[in-house]
């Protein structure tokens, strides 16, 4: 079983910035890779950013040179730094993990982005 809590969510003007922070329940370690989502009104869910048990990143297009995933080991926190935020980033942002074939989602935290 793994749990997973978002936090850090709110409401920012455009081009400012959030950090959303995933706490783990487990070890960063037994992972191979953890994902950051969101999702939308009307939209699907959509990967924004995944980073490695080893710390190698990758990001989506429309999020690259504005957001940052990072980990911390020793806290089992993964965080998305959001900067130059824009009204299209509004979303509820989930965190991910696969873990032993299980797909796992935290509950995810609103990011509003208005003037």
């Known amino acids: 079983q793994v749990q997973l809590v978002e936090s850090g969510g709110g409401l920012v003007q455009p081009g400012g910035c959030l950090r959303l922070s995933c706490a783990v329940s487990r070890s960063l370690f037994s992972f191979d890779a953890l994902r950051w989502y969101r999702q939308a009104p009307g939209k699907e869910r959509e990967l924004i950013a995944t980073i490695t048990s080893v710390g190698s990143t990758n990001y989506a297009d429309f999020v690259k040179g504005r957001f940052t995933i990072s980990r911390d080991n020793a806290k089992n926190t993964v965080y998305l730094q959001m900067n130059s935020l824009k009204p299209e980033d509004t979303a509820v942002y989930y965190c991910?993990?696969?873990?032993?074939?299980?797909?796992?989602w935290g509950q995810g935290t609103q990011v509003t982005v208005s003037s």
């Open positions: 991910n993990a696969l873990f032993r074939s299980a797909n796992y």
